[in-house]
């Protein structure tokens, strides 16, 4: 056993390399880095925006002419009432693959790296998630384009519009913890896709977005309205469309704000047991 | 001071015992070889030392830095190769190197520079600019050897950073890590081959089952395990005769034939090959090929346990 040799020390101890905190807002910088990788690797593999190009494509087009004469009597009436709705629908169910492709980086090795690195915990995963937002942003200006040249307007101003779109692309951002959250919890990427589609099918489906609410039985509508994807929804088409705007704004970024505080710490939590 | 230093450290992972008590010493400027099957612990010895994992028990300082306290100014000292390779497939080389400096604020033109310089290094050059998805998997290791080099560490963990590389690879990483120690680095290295430690460690620790059961210079350990070989392979097929008389006077114990037109004897000193050489010579005997073979990882724990490195057996030295 620790048989050592007292060898003469002619090489220096190593000391701590000067702390370079003189920089200010690490976790920041360190965060905006990470987030330009992620932006990278999307641009590298463009066929990861399928999912926010396709989709809300065919969902419009599939909606639109499929329930619209049902729901509303006519496609173009129904289209002003739904494509807010897809917009929703659409980035919320993005918001799941950054829960999938973390759980996959994490096993690759590229998340040691990171751990090995004098870099908040939290960087990484603050990085991964603001890098949605050119995911999101992405998805909404494709169904926006989509919306109009099938002939939807707003009713609103642009300004308000605006609003709306941010509003979607912010939700969506708070949501994306969670999938951080599962990403970091389960084992299998392929977990986090199915427990992620039972959450969101209840939250999308289960509400306000396709059908009035009032066409629902009773026990459905009271799920309906406690929903925040109803609030979101019933906040976007008040900002896009019209109607009223003020409380479902507040309802949705109350909602959006809780979803954010509870699931934002938990992931990091999650991300940290795993490591140190 | 010691560069690495780990006292009675524990680690378990549910049921099974990762680490069942280790303690390292490191000397700065040295490079130890921790030489174990796989499942021994290396790697977790490793991950605790790199402040990756927490241990359960026991202590760890890396440039005298508590490992678990004073995590994040231990991260600054270290860098860590691990045994697959850490870069990022979408990115080029360059942009892997940049993005870690960038994490460990350097500035743009600073971290751009630093890269250049590495990727010149390892050779990296010509690709610098292509996804690593396209590089080889020698070329995917030497950017991750790169990469945690970024920062001038002062004290660098390779977790089997030659496994699966070919021999010219494997030749090209051991100079590296000469140059690393030649520049005042402390290298921990860890690895199944005994050769490996023996070519690159002052020190060797011997893991088994979560435990140290041996530890000294490659020459003490060499000592103890015993059995080398000396293999020759005369030019001319019709000297074997001669040649096996030669290795039978030099080892004392007549000489067997591995392969065709290769003669091997066990040996116990490093002499053994020095007088055969002398031996050759006055003979007038041409030899193609003549090696002393170090043993194998089963002899080195068939000697130090006196059970193959395989088996679950719980023993210690």
Known sequence: ?276 | MYAIEAEGLVKRFGATTALAGVDLAVQPGTVLGVLGPNGAGKTTAVRVLATLLRPDAGSARVGGLDVVRDASRVRRLVGLTGQYAAVDDDLTGTENLVMIGRLLDLRGADAKRRAAELLAGFDLSDAANRPAKTYSGGMRRRLDLAASLVGRPSVIFLDEPTTGLDPTKRDEVWTTVRQLVAEGATVLLTTQYLDEADALADEISVFDHGRIIAHGTPHELKKIVGNQSLEVRPVEEDRLPDVARVLAEVAGVPAESPRRGVLQVPVLGDDALTAAVARFAADGIAVTELALKLPGLDEVFAALTGAPATSDEEDAA
């Open chain 1, 1 to 276: 056993m620790t048989t050592l040799a007292d060898a003469p020390t002619q090489v220096p101890p190593p000391v701590a390399a000067p702390e370079q905190g003189t920089r200010p807002f690490p976790l920041l910088r360190h965060s905006l880095v990470l987030a330009g990788r992620a932006v990278l690797k999307i641009r590298r593999t463009p066929e990861q925006l399928l999912d926010v190009t396709l989709q809300p494509i065919i969902f419009v087009l599939l909606f639109v002419y499929v329930f619209g004469g049902a729901v509303s009597g006519s496609t173009h009436d129904y289209l002003q009432y739904v494509l807010p709705a897809i917009m929703v629908q659409t980035v919320l169910f993005s918001s799941l693959s950054i829960g999938v492709n973390l759980n996959t980086d994490i096993k690759k090795g590229v998340f040691d790296r990171f751990r090995s690195l004098p870099i908040a915990r939290s960087a990484p995963l603050i990085g991964a998630v603001s890098a949605e937002v050119v995911r999101f942003t992405v998805s909404v200006v494709v169904l926006m384009g989509v919306g109009y040249a099938l002939g939807f307007r707003v009713g609103t101003d642009p300004l308000s519009a605006l609003a709306g779109c941010l509003l979607a692309i912010a939700f969506a951002l708070c949501m994306s913890w969670v999938a951080v959250f599962l990403g970091t919890w389960l084992r299998e990427s392929g977990s986090v896709q199915g427990i992620g589609f039972l959450l969101l099918f209840p939250l999308t489906f289960g509400s306000n977005m396709f059908v009035p609410t009032a066409s629902l039985p009773g026990w459905l509508q009271a799920w309906v309205k406690v929903n925040p994807v109803s609030h979101l929804t019933d906040a976007i088409r008040g900002l896009l469309v019209g109607g009223p705007v003020a409380g479902p704004v507040a309802w949705a970024v109350l909602s959006g704000g809780l979803i954010l505080a509870v699931f934002a710490p938990l992931a990091v939590t999650t991300y940290r047991r795993k490591t140190l």
